[in-house]
């Protein structure tokens, strides 16, 4: 199945709110046409009111047999939301959900267990072409389905293929909630510069642009993560004083994060339940 026949056969987004509408973005902007994207969605967007004035159906009736469903609404909604699409189970539609926790197995018993179900785990990165998105199939999702699924998700950054679904908990919790992580960063940096000193405007603007560059560093660089910190660390200077804060195995970093990425963890799991 290839971008084609999503185009001749349509392309539904059950929930389209941030993640639902970075990647609708990202794929509008591949070439696929509003004719070809039908959304459920209660409250849409205006950004969604504007491309329904451009032949998107928005919460009109749907095709027969569309290619592809894109689940996007949030976990706490999904008993109330899919059941409406069970007609389209069992059936050739590939269903692709990006709700973190929700299990494949839940989708199996509510669109039927003869339904290729994928499931993925993106990030808002997606909006600007620069997510990853984590993906794993269930038995009846053929090779054909995951390549289509994968081109779809290439269009709004990098993608990987999963061992199987027990990795999705902890991938949600490293890339999924990751840039939230990232984007604290940045808040917490400037308002450590400010403390310094510095114009409020001013330190965002350096933490800005110092991670979207270590970033672009680490993933352009032929040395990983700890050299590229090793060359900037000289021996008795600044970033030496810093690390030895943030490298701390008790007060630092590596316990912060293994905290935080074990409590995303845990949540996902509980959202499965
Ligand atoms: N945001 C992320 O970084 C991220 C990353 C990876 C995966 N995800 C997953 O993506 C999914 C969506 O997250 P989000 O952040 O995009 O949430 P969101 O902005 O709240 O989007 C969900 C959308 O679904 C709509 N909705 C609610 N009930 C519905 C129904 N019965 N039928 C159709 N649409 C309905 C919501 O409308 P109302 O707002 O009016 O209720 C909203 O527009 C979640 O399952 C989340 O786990 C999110």
Redesign the pocket.
Known sequence: MSLETVSRRGLVL????????AMLAGWLGRGLAPEAVWV??????DWLQGLAEKGLHLNADLPDDPAIVL?????Q??A??LP?LAPLGNGATLFL??????PIAFYEKTLGDRTPIIRA????PAAVGRGITALTGNARASDTDLDLAETLLAAVGQTVRLEGEHQMDAV?AVS??G??YVFHLIETLAAAGEAEGLPAELAMTLAKATVAGAGHLAMEAEEGPAQLRVNVTSPGGTTAAALKVLMDPDSGFPALLKKAVKAAADRSRELAQ
Not at 14 to 21: D, H, I, Q, V, Y
Not at 40 to 45: E, F, G, K, T, V
Not at 71 to 75: D, G, L, R, T
Not at 121 to 124: A, K, R, V
């Open positions: 059950l929930g389209c709110g941030k993640m639902g509408s459920l969605d209660p409250h849409p967007s689940v996007a609404v949030k976990p909604m999904m109330e939301a409406r959900s990006v709700a973190a926790g929700t785990m993106p990030n808002t949600t999924g909630s840039p939230a």
